[in-house]
T-cell receptor, first 111, second 114 residues
């Protein structure tokens, strides 16, 4: 079945440092979504990318969808303590409705 | 966006008992809902697709008789963990989504079986 891997699994940064998580799918995705889950909370939708090579920005967050539509990245500039959480990418294999989540990257930000 | 309400948010039960988790769509009608399971520091694993008025579709490796799903109305899907054991302790979360849209999640239910 489809596998969606993310690296790194964990990342500790000092506040103000940048952070990047990479997402790789074993199959081509029609689109990719990113979610953030705070400790003890549920996933919250961040963004969806649809087009090959697409880049979207949300304030300090930059999302990219690979040309082959099999990989994606999330980059956070100048992290803040409010960025703490686990970031998941998610895609739909075969264009169906079921979402397959990546393995996630847990971000910790220290003062 | 769509609002999904899940109840209870946490539950502790004795080994061998059953626990029912409810997932309600508050401002829309959901013909399909999804149930996930998440162990600590792990990803969300899809357990089953709940279909209104018909049988749920379970993912490979998920026991149908263990995790009973009922979707009797367009606003309510339930997951019953039958004869719960400590290894069933986990975070269970439901969601609603449509093709090419974001997923709207319930708040999740933390189940602890003692």
């Amino acid at each position: 079945g489809q596998q969606v891997m993310q690296i790194p699994q964990y990342q500790h940064v000092q506040e103000g440092e940048d952070f990047t998580t990479y997402c790789n799918s074993s199959t081509t995705l029609s689109n990719i979504q990113w979610y953030k889950q705070r400790p003890g909370g549920h996933p919250v939708f961040l963004i969806q990318l649809v087009k090959s090579g697409e880049v979207k920005k949300q304030k300090r967050l930059t999302f990219q969808f690979g040309e082959a539509k099999k990989n994606s990245s999330l980059h956070i500039t100048a992290t803040q303590t409010t960025d703490v959480g686990t970031y998941f990418c998610a895609g739909r294999p075969g264009g169906g409705n079921k979402l397959t989540f990546g393995t996630g990257t847990q971000l910790k930000v220290e003062l | 966006g769509a609002v999904v309400s899940q109840h209870p948010s946490w539950v502790i039960c004795k080994s061998g008992t059953s626990v029912k988790i409810e997932c309600r769509s508050l401002d829309f009608q959901a013909t399909t809902m999804f149930w996930y399971r998440q162990f600590p520091k792990q990803s969300l694993m899809l357990m089953a697709t709940s279909n209104e008025g018909s049988k749920a579709t379970y993912e490979q490796g998920v026991e149908k008789d263990k995790f009973l799903i009922n979707h009797a109305s367009l606003t309510l899907s339930t997951l019953t963990v039958t004869s719960a054991h400590p290894e069933d302790s986990s975070f269970y979360i439901c969601s609603a989504s449509w093709t090419n849209t974001e997923a709207f999640f319930g708040q999740g239910t933390r189940l602890t079986v003692v």
